[in-house]
């Protein structure tokens, strides 16, 4: 016991310290501590109100603690692996202060297109920064490749070095540490790391998954199967269609979705195969052959088809799936209103079949075979069911063709992501009146909320127009449409920042509305200025 | 002639109209704050922002407040004067970080014009400057407090013997009066920080095995103090300004040794508890590396906000008495200069600033003999000023070490989460770093990065 455990011991226990407590001290401190113990006559007692015996003890215990104090070592940590520093490439500061800003400003729309700009221009951000964006990102799939990229090599090895972001590290790139990672990883992470490696490698990504496809529960495997969607193409045909014969119907249905989008799939055939027993063209003037139908219809009342002589597609609803189509991932459902079940059924098949065998079997264009499916007795199955497909075979021709003709209803909005920008600029021309003010109901409106891709300049331009034409319109303090005032974030991610000068010069001086809505505008006009400035700092 | 020591006068100092993201962060008091102040940095929060258009920028914006007030926030760009009709007690509050933020990213969210009416009766307070006084205050003050200390030390003195005389493990059983009778009655005499010792040890009984070791080590200094006040009257001019500091009375300055030199700003940290307005700013000498703390109020009343972190300042500092002094009090800002490129070298031995420790970068091994050493000169002293440049920055069973190339290891705060960031900075070209140690505790208050000397509380912690 050294000369504090005896002075500690004895304070707690409310003793004197044992005889000989200072034994074993350094000599100079073990002489101060004697003279503590006893001082002399000049040693100042009388300065004390009164000199008790605590007084020593305390009088040690702080020169005693000032000692130990200046006098303590440090422990050793035995050395590691040698850190080897990767001195990056200097990143432009305010390339580093823009990155700030969205990251702390929680600017999250805007990150995907930053860190996309920042691994196309080769930037590699400040080391500050990567932890935070290693953190933020280690569980968003789709963007871990760009975060792993930009953070550089240091980052990635901090990477490798958390457990938690060791999917950003170089460990993702080689088979032995992606069956590491899908070890220790839990479900919501093996679907991430599968859709990090499919946009990499689409075949290595497969090739995880059927590794381990076998020894996943059915809950496991929907999400999983979904990962998939990431650069889908022909060669995770074989491998879809043996999930096909999955127990767990939701994992076969998914399944089912996927094969239905590639139009040379064995699915896509066999769907071809089943269709011509469901629908059949009719010839202008063929009103005979409606009965090939059963004269049943999807609409509450009779279009009075019969009347009309041009083509029409006449239906036979399925009456009982066969097995092969409930394999396929068909529901056959057996209660409820039988004619709503036979139209999803009938709307599933058609979306699974190639839109090119309509155009092959019935000789017509897409714009003739949608105007003879709004001339039969099932227009909405069948253009719901040729949405779904021309939104899964990412067929322009027909998202343009079934658009206008079914009058942009809801049931085939799905397809508005298909149109090309001038495609989409072209029904705009022609189906949004130029000088009508915005409400949520509006055409431009519904197409824009529901269009991904960026803006082209003539819809930017139009929507710059039609907003402040609505603001002009707008009584003060009233609101805009909270569609309207949602859609201008659309605008302020997608329309290209050169607009930003005339959106603020045509909508700042109108802007009278109420302060929600004057938020709204400030904060579109707020967004597109920090993609104007990304455009300077990294163009696209 | 005594040389004026209150009050801060600004010679030839450039408009600062320039204003970095990381240098608006650092004039939040408090992490809440910038919380607060990044939710309002974007445009569309403010009802109005605008910049005055005239020889002295002024940027202003007008927020709507609660029950249909309008809140005004405006900053004088050139020497940071800020001025706020919101309620908030910090300084500067959240509206007035937020238009700083605003305007190093989005300058031109506030369009040049005429200044709005209510900065019209605010401008003229701002250009009143504190008056110059003579004398020592810290002297003038011991000579008020120091008989009504000296009878506190008394009863400070029976209130440690009890505490021995009935055994520490007895202390583990004393109700909260007993210590914090003791703690306000140390606040009454004008004793702040040994009012906080006392709360301090209050906390200690049971909450760590080696809780008897810690208290009796707070005991005995406190006793220590008691004797070296009592003598106050003999004591030399650097023990009393080490009795000042560790009272927590205003401090003793060396008006005779002015120090003019280039220095740059390491950190600026908010002051807990009632002082959250005041601010220490970390200073290192540009060629020494020598460490000084000065005290500034931010936001205003003294030109202490253009002691921008990461900045580099001409200026005249009167340092504290003391045997290791770590405090100075701005005399003279001459002029900001350009932000430093490269961080601090470890000095000559010939600039080691008369054998204080606190002196340049210094490996890890050496930083507690330089604590041991400002502990001999001042037994009271707590924290050392380090400036580092570690080897490895170690995660080891859950707690974070700074590693030196013999294997020695400075521990880092149980809470500490930038040790990611600082990892992170030592694979990205090394790391060069300035805490304070304690002894036990090395507490990092800034860092080298790519921005300049950086403020760690300015970064976003990661777990």
């Known amino acids: 016991m050294n000369v504090w455990q005896h002075l500690v011991d004895a304070v707690v226990r409310g003793a004197d310290p044992v005889a000989g407590w200072t034994d074993g001290a350094d000599p100079n401190l073990a002489a101060l501590l004697q003279q503590i113990a006893a001082p002399g006559p000049g040693d100042r007692p009388e300065d004390a109100p009164e000199h008790r015996p605590e007084h ?87 963007l871990r490749t760009a975060v792993s990229a930009v953070v550089g090599p240091a980052g990635r090895q901090l990477a490798a070095e958390n457990p938690a972001w060791r999917a950003l590290s170089d460990a993702a790139d080689g088979w032995d540490g992606l069956a590491a990672l899908w070890q220790t990883a839990d479900m919501s992470g093996r679907r991430h790391l599968v859709a990090q490696v499919r946009g990499r490698d689409p075949d290595l990504g497969r090739a995880l998954l059927e590794v381990h496809w076998r020894q996943l529960a059915a809950q496991g495997r929907e999400p999983l199967i979904q990962a998939l969607e990431t650069g889908l193409s022909m060669a995770d045909e074989p491998f879809l269609e043996t999930v096909l014969d999955d127990r767990a119907q939701t994992v076969r249905r998914k399944a089912a979705e996927l094969l ?12 071809a195969d089943a269709a011509p027993a469901y629908l059949a063209w009719s010839p202008a003037g063929d009103a005979a052959s409606d009965a090939a139908g059963d004269g049943t219809s999807d609409v509450a009342s009779d279009t009075g088809t019969a009347a009309v002589p041009a ?14 189509l409930q394999r396929d991932g068909a529901l056959a459902y057996t209660r409820g209103d039988r004619l709503r079940w036979q139209g999803a059924q009938l709307s599933y098949i058609i979306g699974g079949v190639p839109l090119r065998h309509w155009e092959e079997t019935w000789q017509a264009t897409p714009d003739a075979i949608v105007a003879a499916a709004l001339a039969g007795r099932w227009p909405r199955t069948i253009t719901t069911g040729l949405a779904q497909a021309a939104t899964a075979q990412h067929n322009h021709a027909w998202a343009a063709a079934i658009l206008p003709a079914c009058n942009f209803a809801l049931h085939v909005l799905r397809a508005v992501p298909v149109l090309t920008s001038a495609q989409l600029d072209a029904l705009l021309d022609a189906h949004v009146p130029a000088d009508e003010p915005l409400t949520g109901d509006a055409l431009l409106v519904k197409l824009v909320r529901r269009r991904p891709q960026p803006w ?24 805009l449409d909270r569609l309207v005032t949602t859609a201008l974030r659309d605008f302020a991610l997608r329309a290209p920042s050169a607009c930003h000068a005339a959106a603020v010069a045509r909508w700042l001086p109108s802007l009278h509305a109420d302060q929600r809505t004057r938020a709204a505008v400030r904060e579109a006009l707020a967004l597109l200025d920090l993609r104007a400035q990304l455009d300077a700092l990294l163009p696209a | 002639m005594q040389t004026p020591i209150r009050g801060t006068r600004l ?142 030390m008394d009863t400070l003195d029976r209130w440690l013997c009890d505490l021995v005389d009935g055994g520490l493990s007895a202390a583990t059983y004393r109700p909260d009066p007993f210590w914090t009778t003791m703690a306000n009655e140390l606040d009454s005499a004008h004793a702040p920080r040994l009012a906080a010792s006392v709360r301090t040890m209050a906390k200690l009984p049971g909450r760590a095995a080696d809780w008897p070791d810690q208290l009796l080590a707070a005991m005995g200094r406190l006793y220590l103090l008691i004797q070296a006040l009592r003598d106050y009257d003999q004591a030399t001019p650097a023990r009393r300004g080490d009795l000042h500091a560790a009272v927590g009375w205003p401090l003793l300055w060396e008006a005779d040794r002015p120090q003019r030199a280039r220095w740059h700003i390491l950190a600026a940290l908010p002051q807990p508890g009632r002082t959250a307005h005041q601010r220490t700013v970390w200073l290192a000498h540009a060629h020494t590396g020598a460490c000084y703390a000065v005290t500034v109020r931010a936001g205003r009343g003294d030109h202490g906000a253009l002691l921008r972190v990461g900045r580099t300042v001409d200026a005249t500092l009167l340092p504290a008495h003391g045997g290791a002094p770590m405090a100075a009090r701005l005399l003279h800002l001459h002029a900001v200069d350009a932000p430093p490129t490269q961080p601090p070298e470890a000095p000559a031995p010939e600039a080691q600033h ?90 990092p208050h800034a860092v080298w990065t790519d921005a300049g000397w950086t403020e760690l509380r300015t970064l976003r912690g990661v777990k």
């Not at chain 1, 083509?311 to 092969?324: D, N």
């Not at chain 1, 082209?456 to 609101?479: E, F, K, N, Q, Y």
């Not at chain 2, 926030?73 to 919101?86: F, G, N, P, Q, S």
């Open chain 2, 11 to 152: 010679h030839s100092v450039e408009p600062q109209s320039i204003l970095t993201h990381t240098e608006a962060v650092s004039l939040a008091p408090s992490r809440s704050v910038l919380t607060k102040a990044t939710r309002l940095a974007r445009p569309w929060a403010w009802l109005a922002l605008g910049r005055t258009a005239d020889a002295a920028p002024t940027l202003w914006g007008r927020m709507a407040g609660s029950k249909e007030t309008v809140i005004v926030a405006a900053v004088r760009l050139h020497d940071l004067r800020m001025h706020c009709t919101c309620a908030a007690r910090t300084e500067p509050c959240a509206h007035l970080v937020a238009l700083l933020l605003l305007y190093a990213h989005q300058p031109a969210a506030l369009p040049g014009g005429p200044a709005p009416p209510e900065l019209h009766a605010q401008r003229p307070q701002w250009d009143t400057v504190p008056p110059l006084t003579q004398g020592d205050p810290g002297a003038a003050y011991a000579r008020r407090r120091l008989p009504r200390l000296l009878a506190c």
């Open chain 1, 260 to 271: 239905a989008r590639l139009p040379g799939s064995r699915l896509a055939l066999r769907m």
């Open chain 1, 56 to 142: 020593s003890l305390l009088a040690a215990a702080g020169v005693l603690a000032v000692y130990r104090a200046a006098g303590r070592t440090l422990p050793r940590l035995t050395a590691g692996a040698p850190v080897e520093s990767a001195a990056a490439p200097a990143c432009d500061p305010a390339v580093a202060a823009l990155l700030e800003h969205v990251l702390e400003h929680a600017h999250d729309p805007l990150l995907p297109e930053v860190l996309a700009r920042l691994q196309a221009h080769g930037v590699i951000v400040p080391a500050r920064l990567a932890p935070q964006l290693l953190a933020r990102f280690a569980n968003a799939a789709t």
């Open chain 1, 456 to 479: 082209s300049d003539a819809l930017a331009a139009r929507w710059i127009h039609a907003v402040g034409l609505t603001l002009d319109a707008t009584a003060p303090g009233a609101p």
């Open chain 2, 354 to 443: 008369g054998g204080i420790p606190h002196a340049g970068v210094m490996p890890v091994a050496d930083v507690p003999r330089a604590h041991g050493r400002a502990l001999a000169a001042n037994p009271w002293h707590d924290s050392t000023p380090v400036l580092l440049r570690p080897d490895d920055v170690v995660h080891h069973d859950g707690r974070w070490y700074l590693r030196g190339p013999d294997g020695a290891a400075l521990l880092l705060p149980a809470a500490f989460d930038h040790g990611w960031q600082l990892r992170a900075l030592l694979l990205q070209g090394g790391l060069t770093l300035f805490g304070g140690w304690d002894g036990d505790l090395l507490t």
């Open chain 1, 311 to 324: 083509a029409f597609i006449a239906v036979r609803p399925p009456e009982s799936l066969p097995a092969s």
